[in-house]
């Protein structure tokens, strides 16, 4: 008897369980819906992003506000057809102060302008308006539904928009750049970053075995005869080590929304022409200082000075930056192939090739 009473409260505590649970979530959904007589709308999601355009936020994570996209769910709940056009027919108010959505537009980040259109009777449309916010601050989304009939009248609705639930993913926005800084950190440099297993996503074998390659190829252009592979192995390592030690990073993030976003890549790197013109010096060199004319052993005493040379070189700083796609699945970032910019990656870190 005690054995069952007991199952009998715990199943009585779990159903007031998730009743006040229930409940907690309803109250939560009530904090991001109105409704009026036209129509229902709510909040169904919520995040900040960077548009490509001067959205105000910059690397830092500590920032006042930004670009808030929100996508409101919205229904007919009258018996005439509607019409919202998120441009004309929503607005944000801050008190008596009113905020028009922001209009800016970017395909690359699939950031389009949103035209929501006629709603039918009991009818839902989704659509996404974009709002220059603060952070930590409470405003009211307007709604303004026109009715296809002229002469009935139709009711706005408010929606509260508490930007303070969306505080992570302003923090967020720079984590692209953090994942590109760790990316090339870790598959070219072969530096630790913590970053890196926190951020990326990536075949890290096959990108740094594809790396090696391209290094070799560059090698191998600046010189007369073949080289062993244990021999390429250690310059090619010689030389991830120097670039660890000499190469610069500036990393940006200018757009970021729908899971994809630009990077923006300033560096200095150690360029294939400079080593070459050492590696012709001291070929030069040997062939003043020996009177037999020995190729092998020209090429040989020339690759001997290699970590000398790498010693003294200085990176060179790229005229332009690069630009890198990003994508996000499964919460990481990876470099988006289909816009090339794995192999401009490639070319700067691997290859050596810096202009």
């Not at 996508?71 to 008190?95: C, E, R």
């Not at 509260?160 to 993913?169: A, C, I, M, Q, R």
């Not at 530096?191 to 090696?212: H, I, L």
Request: some cysteine; aromatic content about 8%; glycine content about 4%.
């Amino acid at each position: 008897m005690k054995k069952i009473g007991i199952f009998l409260f715990c199943c009585l505590l779990t159903i007031a369980l998730m009743a006040c649970s229930g409940s907690k979530d309803k109250e939560a959904d009530a904090d991001s819906s109105g409704k009026s007589k036209t129509i229902e709308a709510s909040i169904d999601n919520a995040s900040y992003i960077l548009s490509g355009k001067d959205d105000g936020v910059s690397e830092d994570d500590d920032q006042d506000g930004g670009l808030l996209m929100v996508d409101l769910k919205v229904k007919n709940v009258s018996d005439q057809p509607i019409s919202v056009f998120p441009h004309a027919d929503i607005q944000l108010y801050d008190g008596d102060t009113q905020t028009d959505p922001s209009k800016d537009t970017n395909p690359s980040i699939d950031l389009k302008s949103e035209s929501m259109g006629e709603i039918g009777p009991d009818k839902q449309k989704n659509v996404t308006v974009l709002f220059d916010v603060d952070k930590d601050t409470k405003y009211e989304i307007n709604i303004a539904p026109k009715s296809s009939d002229f002469e009935k009248d139709t009711e706005d609705v408010q929606v509260p928009l508490d930007t303070s639930k969306y505080n992570d993913s302003l923090k967020a926005l720079q984590d692209p750049a953090k994942a590109l800084k760790a990316y090339i950190e870790t598959i070219y440099f072969d530096k630790d970053n913590s970053d890196y297993e926190k951020y990326v996503s990536a075949d890290k074998d096959g990108v740094q075995d594809d790396a090696k390659k391209e290094f070799n190829k560059s090698i191998e252009s600046i010189l007369s005869r073949d080289v062993s592979d244990s021999k390429m192995d250690k310059y090619y390592n010689s030389f991830k080590q120097a670039s660890a030690e000499k190469d610069e990073l500036e990393v940006e993030v200018k757009a970021n929304a729908n899971d994809k976003a630009n990077v923006e890549l300033e560096y200095s790197a150690l360029a294939i022409d400079d080593i070459s013109k050492k590696v012709k010096e001291y070929k030069i060199k040997y062939r003043e200082n020996n009177d037999d004319f020995d190729i092998e052993k020209e090429q040989e005493y020339a690759l001997s000075k290699f970590d000398s040379i790498l010693d003294k070189l200085d990176a060179k700083s790229a005229s332009r930056e690069l630009e890198i796609q990003m994508v996000k699945k499964d919460g990481k970032w990876m470099i988006d192939d289909s816009r090339d910019a794995s192999e401009r990656l490639m070319r700067a870190f691997a290859k050596g090739s810096v202009y």
